[in-house]
Structures are given as C-alpha cells and as structure tokens.
C-alpha cells in the first residue's frame, strides 16, 4: 500500500523555467509534509516543509502548496537552475506515525541549461 | 558539526555474512532511524530510536537488528546477509523538539552476491 507517491519518474525543464513536482497522499492522517533533495551518492537534504494548517510555504525559490481535499502537494521551483538536478522525495508524517516518515518514490529533475 | 555519518560506505557481502553499518551523529539528537533505499523506490524505514535503549520496528524490520546504548551511535545489524538486502542504506537523525526535518548520512551501498 503505497500512502505517498510521486506518479512522475523523471522531470525535464529549461533553465530559468518553473519546475512543478507533485506528490499524491492517502491517508486522511499526514498533517505533515515534507521535500527532500538528494544528489548522486549522498544522503537526502531537508529543502522546505508544510503543515496541514497552510496550503502555501515560500522559501526563496521554492514553494510548497497543499490541497488537502484532493491529498495533493505540490513543489514549484522558480527560476529553476542546473543546480537544481536531482532526484526529490516528498514524504509525509501523521500523528499516528509520530516521527516517522513515508516517503514517495521519487522524481528525477534534470534542469538543462 | 560533522552532522551524521556513515560507515562504511561501500561493502560487498557474501550470502551468509554479517556486517555492522556504523551510524553516528553529533548533533545530540535523541531520534535515530535506519532506512533502505532500493532502485526507483523510496526510502522504507528499517528500524528507528526514540532515545537510548529504546528502539523499534519500521515498515521492513526482518533480517535486520539494531541497538541504542548511547545517544551519539545506532548500529544497524545484518546477521545472514540475502541477496535481497541489496541496497542503499541510509542513517538519519531528529531532534524532536525542533520539528520533523530529519538529518540524513551520505549512506552505504551494499551488495549481497
């Protein structure tokens, strides 16, 4: 039973484009919404967050929007960068699941200068 | 702050052998968790720590073990290596009180021939 999943394996932009990465949840329990970033051979790094209690969290070039009724999220990167290929996880966390996370399978962005 | 790190970060098990991945963080965070990251998947959580001595089963816990004597180390255990434990292994520390970010290691490949 996958409860957070990233339907689109791989993502292809232009530099200086908006870059849109959505993420699907179903359980009605996730309150907590995270992206991750991670590069070839290292660990995932936290980029930005969201609560239940928003649909919107901007941190510079990155923006999180939450649609509860439809348990979607999505990550919007404007202007997108060549630095920003990488492989991004959403992942999701619950008062039920305490701490722990589910993560999405993830999508690939390569960003082409 | 050397964040959390990983050792080792390549190893080559026969089917039948055990190993040690060392997981160590200097952060003073009193969460520890032990993920698994297959190809095309999301991380899947093996075990996880809410503090020393205490420890607790993931989403796909068999063949694994693990122990929390200090607050710094979370070992994770393989005692007869399979080859479906294959795998990118990664270690990631929380601090509770600040919120749900995770910090993760740079990982460990494994490969069980």
């Known amino acids: 039973d996958q409860q957070v999943k990233q339907n689109s394996p791989s993502l292809s932009v232009q530099e200086g484009r908006i870059s849109i990465l959505n993420c699907d949840y179903t359980?009605?329990?996730?309150?907590?919404f995270l992206w991750y970033k991670k590069y070839p051979a290292e660990g995932p790094t936290f980029l930005i967050s969201?609560?239940?209690?928003?649909d919107k969290n901007e941190d510079g070039r990155f923006t999180v929007f939450l649609n509860k009724s439809a348990k979607h999220l999505s990550l919007h990167i404007v202007p997108s960068q060549p630095g920003d290929s990488a492989v991004y996880f959403c992942a999701a966390s619950g008062e039920t699941s305490g701490s722990r996370l589910t993560f999405g399978e993830g999508t690939q962005l390569t960003v082409n200068p | 702050n050397a964040g959390v790190t990983q050792t080792p970060k390549f190893r080559i098990l026969k089917i039948g052998q055990s190993m040690t991945l060392q997981c160590t963080q200097d952060m003073n965070h009193n969460y520890m968790y032990w993920y698994r990251q297959d190809p095309g998947m999301g991380l899947k959580l093996i075990y996880y720590s809410v503090g020393a001595g205490i420890t607790d089963k993931g989403e796909v816990p068999n063949g694994y073990n693990v122990s929390r004597s200090t607050t710094e180390d979370f070992p994770l255990r393989l005692e007869l290596a399979a080859p479906s434990q294959t795998s990118v292994y990664f270690c990631a520390s929380l601090d509770r009180l600040s919120g749900n970010e995770q910090f993760f290691g740079p990982g460990t490949r494994l490969t069980v021939l």
């Open positions: 969201i609560s239940s209690i928003k």
């Open positions: 359980n009605s329990m996730f309150d907590y």
